[in-house]
């Protein structure tokens, strides 16, 4: 019912940007919660970033305060996860969520229902 589809990702030197986009189909978000999660081999998935639709309220990994925004336009139903002065620890796949049970930007991955495919983002030194 609801299709997340990530776009964005690709090779990038450290110190470098890349800005991700998540484009949601179906259901609205309104009122509920979309973040964003990434993953290393050999590694868990963490929690990164974090945004309601509705206010806009954001959460954000530590390892990414300052360097990472998340945004969202809600006209588009599109997500995006800026991502400037990367490191090579950023290194992962990355994937766009979507919660119709919360409405606050939880950083729980159990609580996103909706999971797009990902996109790799790789940062070489």
């Known amino acids: 019912q609801v299709q997340l589809v990530e776009s964005g990702g690709g090779l990038a030197q450290a110190g470098g940007s890349l800005r991700l986009s998540c484009a949601a189909s179906?259901?609205?978000?309104?009122?509920?919660?979309m973040g964003w999660f990434r993953q290393a081999p050999g590694k868990e998935r963490e929690f990164v970033a974090a945004?309601?639709?509705?206010?806009?309220?954001?959460s954000y990994a530590d390892s990414v305060k300052g360097r990472f925004t998340i945004s969202r336009d809600n006209a588009k139903n599109t997500v995006f996860l800026q991502m400037n002065s990367l490191k090579p620890l950023d290194t992962a796949v990355y994937y766009c969520?979507?919660?119709?049970?919360?409405?606050?930007?939880?950083?729980?991955?159990?609580?996103?229902?909706?999971w797009g495919q990902g996109t790799q983002v790789t940062v070489s030194s």
């Open positions: 969520a979507g919660s119709s049970r919360i409405s606050y930007p939880s950083g729980s991955h159990s609580l996103y229902d909706y």
């Open positions: 179906g259901r609205t978000f309104s009122g509920y919660a």
């Open positions: 945004i309601t639709w509705s206010g806009g309220r954001t």
